[in-house]
């Protein structure tokens, strides 16, 4: 949450071309600002508490959680990273057993393992979808194979039709990676509830971010809920009893009061990135750009909750665009320039340039564009417009240039924060 946002009249947001001067890659305080009064309540309350650490309002969160995800069991942690490393303490893995996971991913997916003396063996993805593809796994799966753990990438849920039947033939569990796509959904049924264990995080870029890091572990199993909820406190159990080693990753009490205040809002959130995306998807048709960029394809079987829209840009022009666009004020991101199988760090892996094609042409193309929640539709039209300008076309789709310049299409947003501190290109990352 920031303070003196300066509300921005449309006639002054325009410029020139009749595209806006910046859009902000995510702007926060347009979601925490109006619930102000409430974070202020909730904080206020556990400081009269002084419950600080996990407490009632992770247990409430816990169970609100479970009942939004319709998953029996959920442990808060202290972050994405660690809830991925409690889950596979949770299944003991062991140094030397293998897991396999896509290499286009984020860092903590890999390090989890490779913190346990496990050995992360890299899929290659899907081009369309940026997930894992079951046929990949097929091919890696070995003696040493003890789980499979698919991320759910930008907001949608991997291929569960088929990685399902591949885990239950090799009898390795699922741990999910659903860091970025809490409320996704396959056939109905919500990440977190697809496979064994699924692992979510609450760094404030995702769509339910809390105040800092934080995280939560969902599982369907009675079994592993109950290591988990004692490898979270040292495998305690009860007071200064250890009959397993654990860590510490706790939720902090002020994390949970505040993402409780959040969560009744998250279904009306992710309709609104789902209505931008189709928006995006909208304009850049109408603006003739499909031929020049890739368009992120959303798979019917379950609902994309859109975390990240990723367009694809080829020819070598994806970094020429993003300068572009930095230049012309809208806040882009790239996830991720190096696929983990090419990180200095797993070298010793022995993994090489050209192993797994598809993830490495996706690290060469893609640009994540603005799609938080607030986003207005002016400033859509801003990002549209900007990329077809740097392909020599007209900013402006032939119909909304004719319509009146009143309509909601063309408005400039009606209250845009002008901090410049949260949510310009270079302060968000994950
Ligand atoms: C796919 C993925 N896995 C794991 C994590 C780790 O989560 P955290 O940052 O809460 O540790 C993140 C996010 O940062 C992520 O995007």
Same mark, same amino acid.
């Given at each position: 949450?920031?303070?003196?946002?300066?509300?921005?009249?449309?006639?002054d947001a325009s410029s020139d071309d009749g595209l806006l001067p910046s859009v902000p890659l995510l702007a926060i305080d347009r979601q925490n600002g109006p619930l102000r009064e409430q974070f202020r309540m909730?904080?206020?309350?556990?400081?009269?508490?002084?419950?600080?650490?996990?407490?009632?309002?992770?247990?409430?969160?816990?169970?609100?959680?479970?009942?939004?995800?319709?998953?029996?069991?959920? @442990?808060?942690?202290?972050?994405?990273?660690?809830?991925?490393?409690?889950?596979?303490?949770?299944?003991?893995?062991?140094?030397?057993?293998?897991?396999?996971?896509?290499?286009? =991913?984020?860092?903590?997916?890999?390090?989890?393992?490779?913190?346990?003396?496990?050995?992360?063996?890299?899929?290659?993805?899907?081009?369309?979808?940026?997930?894992?593809?079951?046929?990949?796994?097929?091919?890696?799966?070995?003696?040493?194979? $003890?789980?499979?753990?698919?991320?759910?990438?930008?907001?949608? =849920?991997?291929?569960?039709?088929?990685?399902?039947?591949?885990?239950?033939?090799?009898?390795?569990?699922? @741990?999910?990676?659903?860091?970025?796509?809490?409320?996704?959904?396959?056939?109905?049924?919500?990440?977190?509830?697809?496979?064994?264990?699924?692992?979510?995080?609450?760094?404030?870029?995702?769509?339910?971010?809390?105040?800092?890091?934080?995280?939560?572990?969902? =599982?369907?199993?009675?079994?592993?809920?109950?290591?988990?909820?004692?490898?979270?406190?040292?495998g305690m159990e009860p007071r200064y009893y250890h009959d397993l080693i654990g860590i510490n990753s706790r939720l902090d009490s002020l994390q949970a009061a505040v993402l409780r205040v959040k969560l009744p809002?998250?279904?009306?959130? =992710?309709?609104?990135?789902?209505?931008?995306?189709?928006?995006?998807?909208?304009?850049?048709?109408?603006?003739?750009?499909?031929?020049?960029?890739?368009?992120?394809?959303?798979?019917?079987?379950?609902?994309?909750?859109?975390?990240?829209?990723?367009? $694809?840009?080829?020819?070598?022009?994806?970094?020429?665009?993003?300068?572009?666009?930095?230049?012309?004020?809208?806040?882009?991101? @790239?996830?991720?320039?190096?696929?983990?199988?090419?990180?200095?760090?797993?070298?010793?892996?022995?993994?090489?340039?050209?192993?797994?094609?598809?993830?490495?042409?996706?690290?060469?193309?893609?640009?994540?564009?603005?799609?938080?929640?607030?986003?207005?539709?002016?400033?859509?039209?801003?990002?549209?417009?900007? @990329?077809?300008?740097?392909?020599?076309?007209?900013?402006?789709?032939?119909?909304?240039?004719?319509?009146?310049?009143?309509?909601?299409?063309?408005?400039?947003? $009606?209250?845009?924060?002008?901090?410049?501190?949260?949510?310009?290109?270079?302060?968000?990352?994950?």
């Amino acid at each position: 949450m920031t303070t003196g946002s300066v509300p921005n009249s449309g006639s002054d947001a325009s410029s020139d071309d009749g595209l806006l001067p910046s859009v902000p890659l995510l702007a926060i305080d347009r979601q925490n600002g109006p619930l102000r009064e409430q974070f202020r309540m909730v904080i206020d309350e556990v400081c009269d508490s002084g419950r600080f650490v996990l407490g009632p309002d992770v247990t409430a969160l816990e169970n609100e959680l479970a009942e939004a995800l319709d998953v029996p069991r959920v @442990i808060g942690c202290a972050s994405g990273s660690d809830a991925l490393l409690l889950a596979l303490m949770a299944f003991d893995l062991k140094p030397g057993d293998e897991v396999i996971l896509p290499s286009y =991913t984020f860092f903590a997916t890999a390090s989890a393992v490779t913190r346990l003396g496990g050995v992360p063996v890299f899929a290659d993805i899907c081009p369309d979808t940026f997930l894992i593809d079951p046929e990949d796994v097929a091919r890696r799966i070995t003696p040493r194979t $003890r789980a499979l753990m698919p991320v759910h990438l930008f907001g949608q =849920t991997a291929d569960m039709d088929a990685l399902r039947p591949l885990a239950e033939q090799a009898g390795l569990p699922i @741990i999910e990676d659903a860091a970025q796509s809490i409320l996704s959904t396959w056939h109905g049924r919500c990440s977190g509830g697809l496979g064994d264990v699924a692992c979510f995080s609450f760094y404030p870029t995702k769509n339910l971010g809390g105040f800092g890091d934080g995280g939560f572990v969902s =599982t369907t199993r009675d079994d592993l809920a109950d290591s988990l909820r004692k490898l979270r406190v040292h495998g305690m159990e009860p007071r200064y009893y250890h009959d397993l080693i654990g860590i510490n990753s706790r939720l902090d009490s002020l994390q949970a009061a505040v993402l409780r205040v959040k969560l009744p809002h998250l279904d009306a959130w =992710t309709t609104n990135r789902e209505q931008n995306a189709a928006r995006y998807t909208d304009l850049f048709t109408r603006c003739g750009l499909t031929d020049v960029i890739g368009l992120p394809a959303a798979d019917p079987r379950g609902r994309h909750v859109w975390n990240q829209y990723v367009i $694809r840009v080829a020819d070598g022009k994806r970094d020429a665009l993003r300068a572009h666009l930095s230049s012309a004020g809208v806040g882009t991101e @790239i996830y991720y320039p190096v696929p983990l199988h090419q990180q200095a760090c797993f070298s010793y892996l022995g993994r090489n340039a050209g192993d797994l094609p598809v993830t490495e042409q996706a690290a060469a193309e893609t640009l994540a564009l603005p799609i938080f929640p607030e986003l207005e539709p002016a400033e859509q039209q801003t990002v549209v417009g900007r @990329i077809a300008q740097f392909f020599g076309r007209s900013p402006t789709p032939p119909d909304i240039a004719r319509a009146d310049k009143g309509s909601d299409a063309v408005a400039a947003p $009606r209250q845009l924060s002008r901090t410049g501190l949260i949510g310009s290109a270079d302060d968000v990352r994950c």
